[in-house]
């Protein structure tokens, strides 16, 4: 494709080219090089300073011999992300896949990644780690409701900001309903549900986002923490093989409301709980 004025090295993981702007440099039109966040197969994401709004941001842009097959993930996350008004999804600040290296900007949310935060701090209490459920909830039923599944819910995608929970990372995301390849294989290893994990071909479902939240919510749980194994016994019903087996969005959010205490650590109020269904009562497995 088209040449960049951009310096590259060999990457040290993989030993193909990746870009190596000086900081402070232009890595895309209006922003600036600050520093490499992360590299993937196809992509690297950056943190940049955006000189149009005059404050950091982050860039995901195609690694040097890019092929325009490379953009699809750069297209699904901006359609993810074009008009959400969540707060917990990331602005999209840019769409730059018209450019010569394309690229997309979205808003920079300053915290630590979940698993980031669990081997520094150590895993969630029962009543937290319910709560942050309830947020990621919030935030899987608003993408739903405009018709997109997220499909690569871990630890690594969910920011700890201002004791919120934040989702990034919308590159696989795909419309509900629409049918996958077989042998398509989608998320992170150990959190993907498992008919993403082993490419059968299939609709995309509700059910897939519901698993995610619930493998994530297992590896942040302290086990041996209070009423950890109610906790333990609803994420055993998000993350069931069958996705026949798991609640809806609405059903597993209710549930961890109930599990979610009542004290001031609750960043909802109570009188908020008669607007979500009543889930059904569950026998603890022993």
Same mark, same amino acid.
């Given at each position: 494709?088209?040449?960049?004025?951009?310096?590259?090295?060999?990457?040290?993981?993989?030993?193909?080219?990746?870009?190596?702007?000086?900081?402070?440099?232009?890595?895309?039109?209006?922003?600036?090089?600050?520093?490499?966040?992360?590299?993937?197969?196809?992509?690297?994401?950056?943190?940049?300073?955006?000189?149009?709004?005059?404050?950091?941001?982050?860039?995901?842009?195609?690694?040097?011999?890019?092929?325009?097959?490379?953009?699809?993930?750069?297209?699904?996350?901006?359609?993810?992300?074009?008009?959400?008004?969540?707060?917990?999804?990331? $602005? =999209?600040?840019?769409?730059? @896949?018209?450019?010569?290296?394309? /690229?997309? %900007?979205? &808003?920079?949310?300053? +915290?630590? *990644?979940?698993?980031?935060?669990?081997?520094?701090?150590?895993?969630?209490?029962?009543?937290?780690?319910?709560?942050?459920?309830?947020?990621?909830?919030?935030?899987?039923?608003?993408?739903?409701?405009?018709?997109?599944?997220?499909?690569?819910?871990?630890?690594?995608?969910?920011?700890?900001?201002?004791?919120?929970?934040?989702?990034?990372?919308?590159?696989?995301?795909?419309?509900?309903?629409? $049918? =996958?390849?077989?042998?398509? @294989?989608?998320?992170?290893?150990? /959190?993907? %549900?498992? &008919?993403?994990?082993? +490419?059968? *071909?299939?609709?995309?479902?509700?059910?897939?986002?519901?698993?995610?939240?619930?493998?994530?919510?297992?590896?942040?749980?302290?086990?041996?923490?209070?009423?950890?194994?109610?906790?333990?016994?609803?994420?055993?019903?998000?993350?069931?093989?069958?996705?026949?087996?798991?609640?809806?969005?609405?059903?597993?959010?209710?549930?961890?409301?109930?599990?979610?205490?009542?004290?001031?650590?609750?960043?909802?109020?109570?009188?908020?709980?008669?607007?979500?269904?009543?889930?059904?009562?569950?026998?603890?497995?022993?």
């Amino acid at each position: 494709m088209e040449g960049s004025p951009l310096p590259v090295i060999a990457d040290v993981d993989d030993g193909r080219p990746v870009w190596d702007p000086r900081p402070g440099t232009p890595l895309v039109p209006a922003h600036l090089a600050w520093a490499p966040i992360s590299v993937g197969h196809h992509r690297e994401t950056w943190l940049t300073w955006s000189v149009e709004l005059w404050t950091p941001a982050v860039v995901k842009m195609l690694r040097p011999g890019w092929s325009r097959r490379w953009t699809e993930a750069l297209t699904r996350e901006v359609q993810a992300l074009r008009g959400r008004v969540h707060p917990a999804f990331p $602005r =999209l600040l840019k769409d730059g @896949r018209a450019d010569a290296v394309p /690229f997309l %900007a979205v &808003e920079y949310l300053d +915290g630590p *990644a979940l698993d980031e935060s669990i081997t520094a701090d150590g895993p969630l209490p029962a009543g937290d780690a319910a709560r942050l459920g309830v947020l990621l909830f919030g935030a899987v039923r608003s993408l739903h409701a405009s018709g997109t599944a997220h499909l690569d819910i871990s630890p690594g995608n969910v920011l700890i900001v201002d004791r919120k929970a934040r989702l990034i990372d919308l590159g696989a995301a795909r419309p509900l309903g629409r $049918r =996958l390849r077989r042998g398509e @294989r989608i998320g992170t290893d150990g /959190f993907a %549900a498992p &008919e993403l994990a082993e +490419g059968c *071909a299939g609709p995309v479902t509700a059910a897939m986002d519901v698993f995610g939240v619930g493998a994530t919510l297992r590896d942040a749980l302290d086990a041996g923490s209070q009423d950890a194994d109610r906790v333990a016994d609803l994420l055993d019903w998000f993350t069931e093989p069958s996705p026949d087996r798991r609640p809806g969005p609405d059903v597993a959010m209710a549930a961890l409301v109930r599990a979610a205490g009542t004290g001031a650590a609750r960043p909802w109020p109570r009188w908020a709980d008669r607007e979500l269904p009543r889930p059904p009562v569950r026998v603890r497995a022993t």
